[in-house]
Every structure is written in C-alpha cells, then in structure tokens.
C-alpha cells in the first residue's frame, strides 16, 4: 500500500485496525507541523518533542475519539496539539511563578512571530497553501485583535487575563477577539470560494 | 451553573474555540452545547479558523530520533496489547473452564449429599415407621397385658366374693339368661344379704358398642337401681363385685329381678331397655 496517495481520512480508518503503516504515514505528514506548534507554545524543543509524541500516540490509542463528522482530521490534531501544549506552558508557567514572573514584554515577544521566525526549508511546502492564507489573514487584521487572539491561542491566557495582562476593558478583548477571528474566517471561506472557481 | 442562551454561545464561540473561556465560563458553555444541537454547529464551524491559527507557526523540523521514539512508542503499545491478548484468552479460557468444572463438581457434590441426605431421612423415616410400629405393638401389649391384670384383678376380686358369698348359710343365686339381642349370653348372680356382697359372672356378652359399657341392675318393686358397671374381656367374660345391698334397697321395696344392660358411658338413673340379660323365669332356688 502506497500510504502517501492516502487520504487522511483513509489512513485515520487503516489506524483504527492497528495499522502501523498508516501510523507512520501521519507522522511523516503531521509530525513536523505538530512539533512546531508545541514549540510554539512552550518555548522548549525537549518538551516540545514530549509533547508531539503525546499527541501522537493519542492518535495511536484512541483513533475513535476523531469524529470526521466534526470536521477534517487536521483540524483536530492540531487543536489536540495545541491543548496539550498549552497545558504544558501552564503548568510549566505555575512552577515559573514561583521562581520569576515573566513580564509581559517576554509573553508578548514570545507569542508574537518575529522576523526572523522563518520556516525550515526543507518543510516550506507542507501545507503551504493553507498556512500562506492563514498567515495572509492574519496579517490583514489589526494589531490589536491578532495580539488577543495570539495571546489567548498560543500563550493560553483567558480573555480576563488578557485584558488584565494589557490593561484594557474585558468587553473590548472579547470584541477584539471575535471580530478578529470573524475576519479569519471570512478570509479563508474567500480563499476557499476563489479554489473552487479555479 | 448559570444558565446561558444561544445568543451568548455564538457571541462567544470563537472565544471558547481557541481557549479564551476561563473555567467558570466554559463550564455552563459546555452544559449548553449537550443540549442544544444548532450551537454545537456553530461551535464545530468556529473551531476551523481557530484551529488554522496553528498553521501560522513558523515550521520546525522535529529530530530525527522523535520519529524513532514514536513509533517504537506505538509498537510497544501495540505488542503490550497483543501480549495482552493471546494471555488473556487462555486465562480467560482457563478460568472459565476451571469456573465450569468447579460448578459441575459442586453440582454433583451438591447433588450426592442431597441424594445422600434424602436416603438418610429415608432410611430414618424407614427406621420411624418402624420403631412407631413396634411402638404400637408395645402400646397394644401393654394395653392387653393392662386388660389382662385387670381381668385377672378382677377375677381374684370376684373369686374373693364368691368364697366370702358361697360360705355364707343365706347364700342365694339366680342364673340370668341371654335376651333377644345377645342369646348367647348367660350369667350368674350370687349373693349374701349377711355379708351384703354379691357377684356377677357373666359370659359369651356381646362386644360393647363405641362409647358404651354393661351395667347391672337391680330390679325392686318401685324401680330398678344400677349396682355397678363392667366392661367385659375379649372373651366376653365379665365380673362385677356388689357390695352394700341394703343400701341400694333404700326406698325401692322388695328385690325383684335382675338385668344387665348396655349403657351410655356416665350417670344414669335407668337402663336403655337394651338389655341383654335378664334372670330367668323364677326356678324356685332363685330368691331375689
């Protein structure tokens, strides 16, 4: 079996009979994408490889927890990836705590992609159309909404901690963050709508 | 919980997709979307664009040994569960088979001392009748060797009388013939109005119907006066010892006649009339 003409689809069925086969192919095709994510949000490549192997064998256990009436299978892996990250970055945040309180220069520094956040070549073309429409709507929004939007997904703060952390009303994070991601969405459904034309 | 509506879940949809919800918040979000299915929509439409957030990351590339670790991970996931399996059907197998055997022995041990206990209370209930058997003939044993003392009392007691009464210069005797209902019956009366003792000897009566015995009477000219009951062996013999004659002459006049009668167990004042032995037509040496 050729496991790279498979769909995610098919191969999240192939897991579900203890194919290791399909298992690997997944990580071929996921496991980069899910190790950045981690490292994304934890800051730290050891425990950002803890965590991809945990998402992976997760997937691995319990391949019946994805429901493909619920959406694509990306969709969900990285929303595990990013749970299970941002679990770690809390807990890893509560011991910091009690060591030194990260300012919020560093948190906004850190969630925030610098200019020299750039991709490791060798994997510029995984899933790059989606990732450049993402990036692409993203860059269209204003600062104020993707930084609440970026603090809340990628630094785990809640919206109350948000607003605490920069000072501003709780009414307008929520209005920053719901308008931001309207607008995210709104892009990629375009970007969807001209696909199909094309 | 606070109760929230549609409305706010779709206002906060986005919020709650990308972890913005503190836990007091999520909490009765989450309680609305198990029972409102039109906002589980909703939510499952936010978590796309929430979830391509991810795609924003700068791509790293994992080390080669996390590949190596994962799958080695999975494949000792993969032989622990194989392991488990070819181990758990035998002892699953084994356990029941041994479960299976253990019921059926207890199940014919439970059944061997059932059939045990049940030929036990057989054999005791055997053993029961026996011994109620070889009661009942104790019982009847005792009863006629009770029948015979007393017979054989009364025949010393009447023997006693008779020897008293036959000694005595007035000896009178008056010999009692069957009636109609008992033809076979025949007695004999003697008495001694100086020791004022008499005595019945009687033979071939009739068995004594349920609840009845023979009563002797004396028959004066105004009335007749029962001198005592008897109740006769299997023979049919019967003794009745009389003492006191005088006294049952009180009142009634001059002795008449005799008779023997079957009579209701109790006090009575006159015979039934079903007499079976009456004193024979007067002989001349009968006296009475």
């Given at each position: 079996v050729d496991y790279t003409t498979l769909s995610d689809d098919e191969l999240m069925e192939r897991l579900c009979s203890r194919d290791l086969g399909a298992f690997d192919a997944l990580y071929d095709r996921y496991g980069d994408l899910v190790y950045s994510v981690a490292l994304k949000v934890v800051g730290d490549t050891y425990v950002a490889e803890d965590i991809t192997q945990d998402v992976f064998l997760r997937v691995w256990r319990?391949?019946?927890?994805?429901?493909l009436r619920r959406g694509k299978f990306i969709t969900w892996l990285l929303s595990v990836a990013r749970n299970r990250s941002i679990d770690e970055r809390r807990s890893h945040g509560r011991r910091l705590r009690h060591e030194a309180l990260p300012s919020v220069a560093e948190e906004e520094s850190d969630v925030f992609p610098s200019?020299?956040?750039?991709?490791?070549p060798a994997l510029a073309t995984l899933l790059s159309d989606d990732r450049a429409a993402v990036r692409k709507a993203l860059e269209v929004l204003p600062p104020e909404q993707k930084l609440a939007i970026q603090l809340a997904y990628f630094?785990?703060?809640t919206q109350q901690e948000i607003a605490n952390r920069l000072g501003h009303p709780l009414g307008t994070v929520k209005t920053r963050i719901r308008l931001g991601m309207q607008k995210m969405r709104d892009a990629l459904e375009e970007r969807r709508a001209e696909e199909r034309r094309i | 919980l606070t109760r929230i509506d549609c409305e706010r879940v779709r206002e906060s949809a986005y919020a709650y997709c990308i972890g913005a919800l503190d836990h007091e918040e999520s909490r009765p979000f989450e309680q609305h979307l198990l029972e409102c299915e039109d906002c589980r929509d909703v939510i499952d439409r936010a978590r796309e664009p929430a979830a391509a957030l991810a795609l924003s990351v700068p791509l790293r590339h994992a080390s080669p040994s996390l590949k190596a670790r994962v799958r080695a991970s999975a494949g000792v996931l993969t032989d622990i569960r194989r392991r488990r399996t070819p181990r758990w059907w035998p002892a699953s197998v084994a356990a029941m088979f041994v479960l299976v055997v253990g019921l059926a022995g207890w199940g014919t041990y439970l059944q061997v001392q059932v059939e045990d206990l049940r030929d036990r209370n057989t054999s005791i209930g055997d053993d029961a009748t026996a011994t109620s058997r070889e009661l009942a003939d104790v019982k009847d044993q005792l009863v006629r060797s009770s029948q015979e003392a007393t017979g054989l009392r009364n025949s010393l007691t009447i023997q006693d009388a008779l020897l008293q009464i036959v000694t005595q210069p007035d000896v009178a005797n008056v010999e009692l013939i069957g009636t109609?209902?008992?033809?076979?019956a025949s007695a004999r009366y003697v008495w001694s109005e100086n020791e004022q003792l008499g005595a019945l000897t009687a033979r071939n009566l009739p068995d004594l119907e349920n609840g009845t015995t023979y009563h002797l009477w004396l028959v004066y000219e105004n009335g007749e006066v029962s001198a005592g009951a008897f109740v006769p062996d299997r023979d049919g013999r019967g003794r009745l010892v009389v003492q006191d004659l005088e006294g049952w002459r009180y009142g009634y006049g001059s002795l008449v006649g005799f008779a023997v009668s079957m009579e209701p167990i109790g006090p009575g004042?006159?015979?039934?009339?079903?007499?079976?032995l009456e004193n024979a037509p007067s002989r001349g040496d009968a006296t009475p």
């Amino acid at each position: 079996v050729d496991y790279t003409t498979l769909s995610d689809d098919e191969l999240m069925e192939r897991l579900c009979s203890r194919d290791l086969g399909a298992f690997d192919a997944l990580y071929d095709r996921y496991g980069d994408l899910v190790y950045s994510v981690a490292l994304k949000v934890v800051g730290d490549t050891y425990v950002a490889e803890d965590i991809t192997q945990d998402v992976f064998l997760r997937v691995w256990r319990r391949p019946e927890q994805f429901d493909l009436r619920r959406g694509k299978f990306i969709t969900w892996l990285l929303s595990v990836a990013r749970n299970r990250s941002i679990d770690e970055r809390r807990s890893h945040g509560r011991r910091l705590r009690h060591e030194a309180l990260p300012s919020v220069a560093e948190e906004e520094s850190d969630v925030f992609p610098s200019g020299s956040d750039l991709d490791d070549p060798a994997l510029a073309t995984l899933l790059s159309d989606d990732r450049a429409a993402v990036r692409k709507a993203l860059e269209v929004l204003p600062p104020e909404q993707k930084l609440a939007i970026q603090l809340a997904y990628f630094g785990g703060l809640t919206q109350q901690e948000i607003a605490n952390r920069l000072g501003h009303p709780l009414g307008t994070v929520k209005t920053r963050i719901r308008l931001g991601m309207q607008k995210m969405r709104d892009a990629l459904e375009e970007r969807r709508a001209e696909e199909r034309r094309i | 919980l606070t109760r929230i509506d549609c409305e706010r879940v779709r206002e906060s949809a986005y919020a709650y997709c990308i972890g913005a919800l503190d836990h007091e918040e999520s909490r009765p979000f989450e309680q609305h979307l198990l029972e409102c299915e039109d906002c589980r929509d909703v939510i499952d439409r936010a978590r796309e664009p929430a979830a391509a957030l991810a795609l924003s990351v700068p791509l790293r590339h994992a080390s080669p040994s996390l590949k190596a670790r994962v799958r080695a991970s999975a494949g000792v996931l993969t032989d622990i569960r194989r392991r488990r399996t070819p181990r758990w059907w035998p002892a699953s197998v084994a356990a029941m088979f041994v479960l299976v055997v253990g019921l059926a022995g207890w199940g014919t041990y439970l059944q061997v001392q059932v059939e045990d206990l049940r030929d036990r209370n057989t054999s005791i209930g055997d053993d029961a009748t026996a011994t109620s058997r070889e009661l009942a003939d104790v019982k009847d044993q005792l009863v006629r060797s009770s029948q015979e003392a007393t017979g054989l009392r009364n025949s010393l007691t009447i023997q006693d009388a008779l020897l008293q009464i036959v000694t005595q210069p007035d000896v009178a005797n008056v010999e009692l013939i069957g009636t109609g209902a008992a033809p076979e019956a025949s007695a004999r009366y003697v008495w001694s109005e100086n020791e004022q003792l008499g005595a019945l000897t009687a033979r071939n009566l009739p068995d004594l119907e349920n609840g009845t015995t023979y009563h002797l009477w004396l028959v004066y000219e105004n009335g007749e006066v029962s001198a005592g009951a008897f109740v006769p062996d299997r023979d049919g013999r019967g003794r009745l010892v009389v003492q006191d004659l005088e006294g049952w002459r009180y009142g009634y006049g001059s002795l008449v006649g005799f008779a023997v009668s079957m009579e209701p167990i109790g006090p009575g004042t006159e015979h039934t009339r079903l007499v079976v032995l009456e004193n024979a037509p007067s002989r001349g040496d009968a006296t009475p």
